[in-house]
């Protein structure tokens, strides 16, 4: 009689293995320990490893050195890899935005953009820490770095992901050579950065020129001068100045009115135009006119389409990479002299005090009689009336004190309800024929500045409150009181600085403009800016009118810069149609996702624009330094920190004085802003002057390091 076959049992791996971690806790076991739980009759080997795969793959459990161990998944959280450096990184939680600290071996070669599992813990500083559990989405792939020659051999560095060079693959076959800054593609990916594997993509030029090295970082964070062609002939076809005669029968005439312009002697994309009325009752007629952009740009348009991804106009060192082309942002809708435009006027009744009475919003037709320049306005209102500059002005001339007059009251009212005047210094850097900076001066606002501002802050808060009165879906521009988390760090610092505050609670702009106020002029005057300023929330866009704490206003909204910022396009877009017979109801059916998508895009692109010109700035202040090396220089400490202290000089070049150059002895850093030399007594406080030699200066990255001369 032949033997029946016996039928091969069917292992639940999945089950014996969960049921081994959950039973081992906390503790790790080994993948031998695995094996050896899950061996018995019918064991095939093939399948175990599958089923760890899988169990790895869904989240369910974690692999470390030591082991696998059971995923808590109510003690991991989704992330977003924000930003990275050589040694750490950032993610931000997907669901609260807090930010998390993330250590480099922790971070297992995560790249920016991916979407990651991490397990958070309390950390050292201020943030708390994490380490990266998964990748669950893998987002990005491109990088930059600089070309090093590494034994005879090419390699890449990094200029965030990895401290470590990197081998790459040259598929389109690039003359590469020592110093060039390039733009690297992960092929492969490894466990750690160093580890993962690349090809290079395209080849900027050299690395110890700025203007290379800020295309670089235009395009890792896909920021391009050049637009699609279907944009630029949209442009060209809607940019027909006859058009604007044609229109001009419909809409409110001002051509007759003495409007001029008054920006910085370069400035080609002018979308703002201002005029001043004093009325015999003694209040005023304050005209802000600004390029109807919105008539140009119409909803979905390929126009429009790019204006929302790119969101804003970015500046740096001498150039502008702009939100709409040429034809529209330095013709059509730039409102040059002598040149009729067709504009949205915000004409502001106020009384004099300078308090708002009555508004109007209205397309309208204007001719600018001049464009003005800060520099030559701040002339006239200081009383150098030299011949050529009154006959350039002679069409507004009478209208200059009447404006100085209305912006005095404006700024009295501002200070009145308690807005901190804080001080935040800004570099101008002067770049030569060959596109090298050759200098950086620190850049000093005049009257004409603060009064331009101070008439945009007047219509910004006029359309602000257009929006609400009339119930439209909006765009506002919000900034929300301090957290608790930055209260904490700045009653920390006050204390630790000797300043007495009493904020009762939250505090209030009042109180804050308060201690400002106090210790103006002293030597611990930047201290107390930045403690504040680092106090502060972040401006953003929103659909909510939550106010604005840094301008104490209830009511507030980006109007005035439709050529270079897409919330104020969407505000106009907005108003526009409602001016024209379309009810609320029917704008809140038509634009409440619009703006929605506007006030997030907004947020995002402006974050975005400001790490650019920022990290961009770096790069050419870095270059300017580069031909000072051994020079020495007068500085304050900005910052410090346990691995050294930020010195900024007069010019706002910032450099780091490492803790290694510093003498010898152990280090203690307070956590806030002083750093104390335990072997002799001698600290180092933020605000403290300090004579500071360059060391060294490094163009890629944008770092300058000094040592105490």
Not at 68 to 90: E, P, Q
Not at 226 to 238: G, N, R
Not at 408 to 427: I, S, V, W
Not at 659 to 686: C, F, I, Q
């Amino acid at each position: 009689m032949a033997k029946k076959k016996e039928k091969k049992t069917k292992i639940d791996y999945r089950r014996l293995i969960l049921a081994k971690l959950k039973k081992s806790g906390k503790k790790p076991v080994s993948f031998k320990a695995l094996l050896k739980n899950c061996r018995m009759r019918g064991f095939d080997f093939d399948d175990f490893v599958k089923a760890v795969d899988k169990l790895k793959a869904k989240g369910e459990i974690i692999e470390s050195r030591m082991g696998f161990t059971l995923i808590d998944k109510k003690s991991l959280v989704k992330c977003a890899v924000s930003r990275l450096n050589k040694t750490y990184g950032f993610v931000r939680n997907t669901e609260t935005d807090q930010e998390i600290f993330i250590t480099g071996k922790f971070l297992k070669g995560a790249m920016p953009g991916d979407i990651v599992l991490v397990r958070v813990f309390e950390g050292k500083g201020e943030s708390p820490e994490g380490e990266v559990q998964k990748i669950l989405e893998e987002n990005f792939s491109r990088f930059t770095g600089e070309v090093v020659d590494e034994f005879g051999t090419l390699k890449i560095v990094p200029d965030t992901l990895s401290r470590y060079a990197m081998d790459f693959e040259n598929p389109n076959g690039l003359e590469l050579h020592e110093h060039d800054k390039v733009m690297a593609e992960i092929t492969a990916r490894g466990h750690r950065h160093s580890e993962h594997k690349c090809a290079v993509v395209s080849s900027f030029g050299s690395s110890l020129k700025a203007s290379v090295c800020a295309l670089s970082v235009l395009e890792l964070n896909g920021i391009t001068p050049v637009f699609p062609p279907e944009v630029i002939y949209e442009a060209k076809t809607v940019a027909d100045f006859r058009r604007i005669s044609e229109e001009s029968a419909n809409r409110l005439d001002l051509r007759d009115i003495p409007i001029f312009t008054i920006d910085g002697a370069d400035t080609k994309d002018i979308d703002d135009a201002v005029s001043v009325k004093k009325l015999s009752d003694g209040s005023y007629e304050l005209g802000v006119h600004i390029a109807d952009v919105s008539h140009y740009v119409l909803p979905k348009s390929a126009l429009d389409n790019e204006a929302f991804k790119r969101g804003t106009s970015v500046y740096y060192a001498n150039r502008v990479i702009p939100m709409l082309p040429q034809e529209l942002s330095n013709g059509i809708c730039s409102l040059n002299p002598q040149e009729d435009r067709l504009a949205f006027s915000c004409i502001a009744h106020l009384d004099d005090s300078g308090n708002i009475k009555d508004y109007k919003f209205a397309k309208s037709v204007i001719r600018s009689r001049v464009k003005g320049v800060y520099s030559e306005i701040n002339e006239l209102l200081e009383g150098y009336n030299s011949r050529s500059l009154c006959e350039k002005y002679a069409e507004v001339l009478d209208t200059l004190p009447i404006m100085r007059e209305l912006a005095d009251k404006l700024n009295r009212k501002k200070l009145n309800r308690g807005a901190p005047q804080l001080e935040t210094p800004e570099g101008k850097l002067i770049i030569d024929e060959n596109d090298i900076c050759v200098g950086v001066e620190a850049r000093k606002r005049g009257i004409s500045e603060e009064m331009i501002e101070d008439f945009m802050l007047t219509a910004n808060e006029c359309a602000a409150r257009f929006g609400l009165e009339n119930q439209l879906p909006f765009v506002y521009r919000v900034h929300e009181p301090p957290s608790e988390e930055k209260l904490e760090g700045l009653k920390e610092g006050l204390t630790k600085l000797g300043i007495t505050f009493n904020f009762n609670g939250r505090p209030t702009p009042a109180d804050m403009s308060s201690i400002l106020e106090k210790v103006k002029g002293s030597d611990i005057s930047m201290i107390i800016n930045n403690l504040i300023l680092r106090s502060m929330s972040k401006a953003k866009y929103s659909t909510e009118p939550v106010g604005h704490f840094g301008l104490v206003l209830d009511d507030y909204a980006h109007f005035t810069s439709p050529i270079r910022r897409y919330p104020d396009l969407a505000i106009h877009r907005i108003m526009s149609d409602f001016l024209s017979g379309t009810s609320k109801q029917q704008c809140a059916k038509k634009y409440s996702k619009f703006s929605y998508a506007s006030a997030d895009q907004s947020t995002q692109t402006e974050l975005t624009a400001m790490n650019v010109e920022r990290s961009c700035e770096d790069c050419y202040k870095a270059e300017y330094m580069k031909a000072h090396i051994g020079e020495e220089f007068d500085a304050i400490i900005v910052s410090a920190a346990d691995f050294g202290l930020f010195a900024a000089l007069p010019d706002t070049c910032e450099g780091l004085v490492s803790v290694h150059a510093l003498p010898e002895g152990e280090y203690y850093y307070d956590g806030t802003m002083s750093l104390k030399n335990l072997n002799t007594g001698e600290s180092w406080r933020v605000g403290d002057k300090i004579r500071v030699k360059v060391e060294n200066a490094d163009v890629n990255s944008g770092k300058i390091d000094f040592v105490p001369a």
